[in-house]
């Protein structure tokens, strides 16, 4: 009997093992690079707005989602021809895969997804704004509506800008909303408070007339210290109005709820200079308004551009910090930590001359420029991005074209010139002296984005790039993803800008480069 009882635990061992062999011979291992990079083509775009791309988690792995919207071609069965489809739709972080598509009667001006606290309970939801009437609650999971706006509540005018976000206003202890519409004629506008659990709105449009002339503004909501709630907008400035103001028109009752209570004493010193509702912040060419979190303060400050300046204002009495002269800014500053002092800098990317383009990192305590280079660019305008690593630096990513180190000092006439080819550049403040090219594309870029792996202390760049066929065709919409680490560990290349003593070698930023932690960014901006 022992050795019967021998063998039959010897024979269970051999078919184990050769289980185990043949699983792992049958059953390949995914390349190493199958979640690292990827590409999703998504067809031939009819033109359209394009809004920023949205990550966020929909489909619960842990890793964030690309949530994007476009305008394609949908065959007419009837006709036999294509006709112009505007679709929304969420991409798998992971592979690139579709998670859920869905049409939408019109072009989008946003998808919103990070933060919302529009469901009871609380799930995670989609905030989609249209370019005229839509507004919709989705299901982040599915992409099936929760709520719809009536468009009737729109009878004169059209969405100006995506929905802001505003606490429970109403008492059902979920947030709610608050949207801008603009008529036919640009000082006709008004708000309108809606409920984020129904979709209704809360009370009648709230309507006023402003002055000012160029780019849309906001509307943002900003908080002081005290806890008031202001709504940041202007046409090429930026003026404000209290929040408790518009909800006692819409509501038509002087009665607030508890957060609408406080009032910012310093702020509405400004109202009795203009004697009107609307309180100015700031005139005069305005391209960008920033809500940053301040480092000395728990009030955020504005940070606002214009084309040839920056200006940092306190958040709790509109003084400013300081003030930098920049001509031809073209983008929105990209907030991150260079220095050592724990102060939010910023990126800053201008027209220096034909066909280059200055970057330069502004020091948020002084306004002062600590950093700055001159980039061959034949790129349209490409934001900046930051992402945040553990050790509470940031690393800031640009593109533009091709970086020849021994050829910078010739004149642009004697350059190589490779057209078309855009190189994907990062700046640590750990090496200053140097940027890392990850990788270059060909095809215009129209949107980027970064993501956080939380899991791996990882972040991955999201691009959306569209090309042409020919000149009489419309381009092809390519989603592409790019894990930072495997590109910066893997197939990047190191661009010095200056010499240095000594010289830096690839081994020491590979180490380096080895050890980083990236996480999400804490702060509002």
Same mark, same amino acid.
């Given at each position: 009997?022992?050795?019967?009882?021998?063998?039959?635990?010897?024979?269970?061992?051999?078919?184990?093992?050769?289980?185990?062999?043949?699983?792992?011979?049958?059953?390949?291992?995914?390349?190493? %690079?199958?979640?690292?990079?990827?590409?999703?083509?998504?067809?031939?775009?009819?033109?359209?707005?394009?809004?920023?791309?949205?990550?966020?988690?929909?489909?619960? %792995?842990?890793?964030?989602?690309?949530?994007?919207?476009?305008? /394609?071609?949908?065959?007419?069965?009837?006709?036999? *021809?294509?006709?112009?489809? #505007?679709?929304?739709?969420?991409?798998?972080?992971?592979?690139?895969? !579709?998670?859920? +598509?869905?049409?939408?009667?019109?072009?989008?001006?946003? *998808?919103?997804?990070?933060?919302?606290?529009?469901?009871?309970?609380?799930?995670?939801?989609?905030?989609?704004?249209?370019?005229?009437?839509?507004?919709?609650?989705?299901?982040?999971?599915?992409?099936?509506?929760?709520?719809? &706006?009536?468009?009737?509540?729109?009878?004169?005018?059209?969405?100006?800008?995506?929905?802001?976000?505003?606490?429970?206003?109403?008492?059902?202890?979920?947030?709610?909303?608050?949207?801008?519409?603009? /008529?036919?004629?640009?000082?006709?506008?008004?708000?309108?408070?809606?409920?984020?659990?129904? /979709?209704?709105?809360?009370?009648?449009?709230?309507?006023?007339?402003?002055?000012?002339? /160029?780019?849309? =503004?906001?509307?943002?909501?900003?908080?002081?210290?005290?806890?008031?709630?202001? =709504?940041?907008?202007?046409?090429?400035?930026?003026?404000?109005?209290?929040?408790?103001?518009?909800?006692?028109?819409?509501?038509?009752?002087?009665?607030?709820?508890?957060?609408?209570?406080?009032?910012?004493?310093?702020?509405?010193?400004?109202?009795?200079?203009?004697?009107?509702?609307?309180? %100015?912040?700031?005139?005069?060419?305005?391209?960008?308004?920033?809500?940053?979190?301040?480092?000395?303060?728990?009030?955020?400050?504005?940070?606002?551009?214009?084309?040839?300046?920056? !200006?940092?204002?306190?958040?709790?009495?509109?003084?400013?910090?300081?003030?930098?002269?920049?001509?031809?800014?073209?983008?929105?500053?990209?907030?991150?930590?260079?220095?050592?002092?724990?102060?939010?800098?910023?990126? *800053?990317?201008?027209?220096?001359?034909?066909?280059?383009?200055?970057?330069? #990192? *502004?020091?948020?305590? +002084?306004?002062?420029?600590?950093?700055?280079?001159?980039?061959?660019?034949?790129?349209?305008?490409?934001?900046?991005? +930051?992402?945040? !690593?553990?050790?509470?630096?940031?690393?800031?990513?640009?593109?533009?074209?091709?970086?020849?180190?021994?050829?910078?000092?010739?004149?642009?006439? &004697?350059?190589?010139?490779?057209?078309?080819?855009?190189?994907?550049?990062?700046?640590?403040?750990?090496?200053?002296?140097?940027?890392?090219?990850?990788?270059?594309?060909?095809?215009?870029?129209?949107?980027?984005? =970064?993501?956080?792996?939380?899991?791996?202390?990882?972040?991955?760049?999201?691009?959306?790039?569209?090309?042409?066929?020919?000149?009489?065709?419309?381009?092809?919409?390519?989603? +592409?993803?790019?894990?930072?680490?495997?590109?910066?560990?893997?197939?990047?290349?190191?661009?010095?800008?200056?010499?240095?003593?000594?010289?830096?070698?690839?081994?020491?930023?590979?180490?380096?480069?080895?050890? &980083?932690?990236? #996480?999400?960014?804490?702060?509002?901006?």
């Amino acid at each position: 009997m022992p050795y019967l009882r021998t063998a039959v635990f010897l024979l269970t061992m051999v078919i184990s093992m050769i289980l185990v062999l043949v699983c792992a011979f049958l059953i390949p291992c995914p390349p190493r %690079d199958l979640h690292n990079t990827w590409n999703r083509n998504l067809g031939q775009e009819a033109g359209g707005l394009l809004f920023p791309l949205e990550l966020s988690d929909v489909n619960g %792995d842990g890793l964030p989602d690309i949530l994007l919207s476009f305008t /394609g071609l949908m065959n007419a069965s009837v006709l036999g *021809v294509s006709r112009p489809s #505007v679709t929304v739709m969420a991409l798998s972080g992971m592979n690139g895969s !579709t998670l859920w +598509s869905s049409h939408i009667p019109e072009e989008i001006r946003s *998808v919103q997804c990070k933060g919302l606290t529009l469901a009871a309970p609380a799930e995670p939801v989609c905030l989609v704004t249209g370019t005229s009437k839509f507004l919709s609650l989705l299901h982040a999971s599915s992409g099936k509506t929760i709520w719809t &706006l009536n468009p009737a509540h729109l009878p004169s005018g059209t969405l100006a800008a995506p929905a802001v976000l505003l606490p429970d206003l109403d008492g059902d202890k979920v947030g709610d909303l608050v949207v801008l519409a603009i /008529g036919e004629t640009q000082p006709d506008l008004c708000f309108i408070l809606v409920s984020g659990m129904t /979709g209704k709105p809360l009370g009648g449009p709230v309507k006023y007339s402003i002055n000012g002339e /160029g780019k849309l =503004i906001g509307p943002q909501a900003h908080t002081t210290s005290r806890g008031a709630i202001y =709504i940041l907008f202007g046409f090429g400035n930026v003026q404000a109005v209290a929040l408790r103001d518009i909800f006692a028109q819409a509501r038509n009752r002087d009665s607030f709820p508890p957060i609408l209570q406080q009032e910012e004493s310093e702020w509405e010193k400004r109202r009795s200079v203009n004697l009107s509702e609307l309180i %100015d912040i700031y005139s005069g060419g305005v391209e960008f308004l920033q809500i940053v979190t301040a480092s000395d303060t728990n009030c955020s400050d504005l940070l606002i551009t214009t084309k040839h300046s920056l !200006t940092l204002l306190r958040g709790e009495d509109l003084k400013p910090r300081w003030n930098l002269e920049q001509q031809d800014i073209h983008t929105q500053p990209a907030p991150g930590y260079f220095s050592a002092d724990q102060t939010l800098d910023f990126m *800053v990317q201008a027209q220096s001359r034909d066909n280059l383009k200055k970057m330069l #990192v *502004v020091d948020g305590k +002084s306004g002062l420029s600590i950093w700055s280079y001159d980039l061959p660019c034949h790129l349209q305008e490409s934001d900046v991005l +930051s992402v945040m !690593t553990l050790e509470r630096k940031s690393v800031f990513l640009f593109w533009a074209d091709e970086m020849q180190p021994e050829l910078q000092n010739l004149e642009p006439g &004697l350059r190589i010139k490779r057209p078309g080819l855009h190189h994907l550049y990062l700046l640590h403040p750990a090496f200053p002296t140097l940027l890392l090219d990850l990788t270059n594309v060909t095809d215009t870029v129209i949107a980027s984005a =970064i993501g956080i792996n939380d899991l791996q202390k990882d972040a991955f760049y999201i691009t959306m790039t569209t090309s042409s066929t020919s000149e009489n065709q419309l381009g092809l919409l390519v989603v +592409s993803k790019l894990g930072l680490r495997w590109a910066m560990l893997t197939q990047s290349r190191m661009v010095p800008l200056i010499e240095t003593t000594p010289k830096i070698s690839r081994g020491e930023v590979r180490r380096f480069l080895s050890r &980083l932690k990236f #996480v999400d960014f804490p702060h509002k901006f």
